[in-house]
């Protein structure tokens, strides 16, 4: 018997199977301008962080729509909304805050990174840094810092 037949037998015996036969890429959908650049680039992060993508072109009244339906107001809103696992992800939120957010299951409606800030995933612009907050949105509206970069 191989080294590796025993190791997966030790594992079913125990319950538990490999990683790479559970593990599967979080899924997200995105909804976007069809012509909005730095919502590609989001995305193509999001692909690079193993994210499994489903993208949506929305016109700009589709996208109020979500946005509000949504719990997003005015002073949280970004270029685009996505739904993951039950939470609205407003805007350039870098990956790894997503998966965090998935990870610890929070009593919120997601996270916001308001506004387009330079250097935040999909608007990166060379070295250029603006520092910003990725916002957890509670379900009462208010907000609170989930992370900083």
């Known amino acids: 018997m191989t080294l590796r037949i025993l190791l997966v037998f030790s594992l079913v015996i ?20 069809a012509t909005c650049e730095c919502c590609g680039a ?18 700009a009244s589709t996208l109020a729509a979500l946005k509000r339906q949504a719990g997003i107001g005015d ?19 870098p990956g790894t805050d997503i998966k ?25 612009q060379g070295a250029e840094f603006e520092p910003y907050d990725v916002l957890l949105i509670k379900k009462d509206g208010a907000t609170e810092t989930f992370a900083s970069h």
Do not use: Q
């Open 14 to 33: 125990l319950g538990l199977t490999p990683a790479s036969a559970t593990d599967t890429a979080p899924s997200i959908e995105v909804w976007k301008s």
């Open 42 to 59: 989001w995305i193509k992060h999001l692909e690079a962080n193993g994210f499994t993508v489903k993208v949506n072109a929305a016109d």
């Open 75 to 93: 002073k949280l809103a970004s270029c685009h909304t996505a739904k993951i696992d039950g939470y609205v992800i407003e805007g350039h939120v």
């Open 100 to 124: 965090r957010l998935v990870a610890e299951r929070p009593d919120a409606i997601g996270l916001a990174v308001p506004g387009m800030p330079v250097g935040s995933p999909g608007m990166e």
